[in-house]
């Protein structure tokens, strides 16, 4: 391209294209040197990549409780598995930690598709107050329940319910709350407002400690009740199809008294736990989880006298469900 003299009578100064079209007014100077400088105009245009989008875990925004309650459950069930505990190799168990690690991470953490453009303002959008642990409780997104989730959380429910209304009503020999449940059994995903649920549930019992017909209906059940006992009566109160957290808090109740009964049998009182819990789970959780979960019974008290009418006539199915139990016996 060069086609002059860039010092003395030598061209020595060179310029290499592979485009010389995009090469114009080629100029010689004197230059600083013993060399001519080379000036000239090219229409050039920068080339740049463009950077392929990245997913974007959004970390400020992670359900940490379900991730923490996923891992534990999917390394509790491995564990179970003694023969393959023993058998991995350390390739095995790395690859079952990453992948429990990523499921989790999957299901508990959202994420966005985006390029570098976008990330800095992404960061900054979900970089808020509210994302301080202390705020994570207000907007935390759950993920789908599942019905073993709303047994599990019913199951400490429950054990918290009979545990302290035994100790309320001045019991002796009331078996601790850990004791209820054989160790082991998962606890469900955590329940944000748990002691805002456990009031709720001790509301509607304390509507049933004062029906005279129910306690006396309820002095009639035998302390060695059968499972077959507890079905007819969990039936008759569930016999029309309608579901509502008077009956559900109701199925506790009877189940409460049930193990007051066996208050010296604690191997019956798991199993009358284990009743309630299962019946849940076949017939109530799918009306649970389409409500929002356990948290939703708060809900219930926005119409007080419309609570202690429904508690009422759950009373009245109970009386009708251990009428059946008798006359049948």
């Given at each position: ?26 100029e ?18 920068a ?7 990245r ?5 400020m ?27 991995s ?25 985006a390029?570098?453009?976008?990330l ?32 599990n ?5 429950l ?13 002796q020999s009331?078996?601790?709350m850990?004791?209820?449940?054989e160790?082991g ?8 407002d748990?002691?805002?649920v ?25 302390p ?15 016999s ?7 009956r ?7 189940g ?5 009964k ?39 008290f ?8 429904a508690?009422?006539?759950t009373?009245a ?13």
């Amino acid at each position: 391209m060069v086609i002059e003299a860039t010092r003395g009578n030598n061209i020595l100064d060179l310029l290499f294209t592979t485009n010389p079209a995009s090469v114009h007014n080629i100029e010689i100077h004197p230059g600083m040197s013993d060399h001519d400088v080379i000036i000239t105009d090219i229409n050039i245009k920068a080339k740049t990549s463009k950077k392929k989008p990245r997913k974007v875990h959004l970390f400020m925004k992670a359900d940490w409780d379900n991730f923490k309650f996923d891992v534990e459950q999917e390394l509790t069930k491995f564990l179970k598995d003694q023969e393959k505990v023993e058998t991995s190799t350390a390739e095995d168990l790395w690859l079952f930690l990453k992948e429990t690690l990523m499921k989790a991470l999957t299901g508990c953490i959202s994420n966005v598709i985006a390029t570098h453009i976008r990330l800095r303002r992404i960061i900054r959008k979900n970089m808020s107050v509210t994302d301080h642990p202390l705020a994570l409780g207000r907007r935390r997104s759950r993920r789908q329940l599942s019905y073993d989730d709303i047994g599990n959380q019913g199951r400490v429910l429950l054990n918290e319910f009979i545990s302290e209304r035994m100790k309320n009503e001045g019991l002796q020999s009331v078996p601790a709350m850990e004791e209820l449940t054989e160790p082991g059994t998962p606890a469900g995903p955590p329940l944000g407002d748990i002691h805002e649920v456990g009031r709720a549930l001790r509301f509607i019992a304390d509507e049933l400690d004062q029906d005279q017909k129910l306690q006396r209906m309820l002095n009639q059940v035998s302390p060695d009740a059968t499972h077959d006992t507890f079905l007819r009566v969990a039936n008759e109160i569930f016999s029309d199809g309608l579901i509502s957290w008077g009956r559900i808090v109701t199925l506790f109740y009877f189940g409460y008294k049930m193990a007051v009964k066996a208050i010296d049998k604690l191997p019956l009182i798991r199993a009358i736990i284990n009743w309630v819990i299962n019946f849940i789970i076949d017939k109530v959780a799918p009306w649970i989880i389409d409500k929002g979960g356990w948290e939703a019974i708060k809900e219930y008290f926005g119409t007080p006298s419309g609570q202690v009418v429904a508690i009422l006539a759950t009373g009245a199915l109970v009386c009708g469900g251990i009428y059946l139990y008798h006359s049948k016996g």
